[in-house]
């Protein structure tokens, strides 16, 4: 079992930045791929960014490519999501994820735990 947990989510205005971090325990970190997830009112989940298990590749959404960062410390077991040039259409409940495949696009049904989310809100 692994356990997620996110924090960082607030209200910022657009143009604002964000850094979202997600804290692991239980099994070892370093073995899962993690991955960040946003669903908005009335949408599905999508995704926004994957890390592999050494942290030496990455992908990200269309959406988000330039503006976010994602980045994982092994020794701290946690992932980060760093957030700029916000607009409101980043404005979602924002997941972790962590799971054993790493390929792009990632499958949601290969992530295996999931946090509990943390909301973003962008006001314009």
């Known amino acids: 079992q692994v356990q997620l947990v996110e924090s960082g989510g607030r209200l910022v205005q657009a143009g604002g930045s964000l850094r979202l971090s997600c804290a692991a325990s239980?099994?070892?970190?370093?073995?899962?791929?993690m991955g960040w997830f946003r669903q908005a009112p009335g949408k599905e989940r999508e995704f926004v960014s994957v890390?592999?298990?050494?942290?030496?590749?990455?992908y990200y959404a269309d959406s988000v490519k330039g503006r976010f960062t994602i980045s994982r410390d092994n020794a701290k077991n946690t992932v980060s999501l760093q957030m700029n040039s916000l607009e409101p259409e980043d404005t979602a409940i924002y997941y972790c994820?962590?799971?054993?495949?790493?390929?792009?696009?990632?499958?949601?049904?290969?992530?295996?735990?999931w946090g509990q989310g943390t909301q973003v809100t962008v006001s314009s």
């Open positions: 890390i592999n298990w050494s942290g030496s590749r990455t």
């Open positions: 994820a962590a799971g054993l495949v790493f390929r792009n696009p990632p499958r949601r049904d290969e992530f295996d735990y």
């Open positions: 239980g099994r070892t970190f370093s073995g899962y791929v």
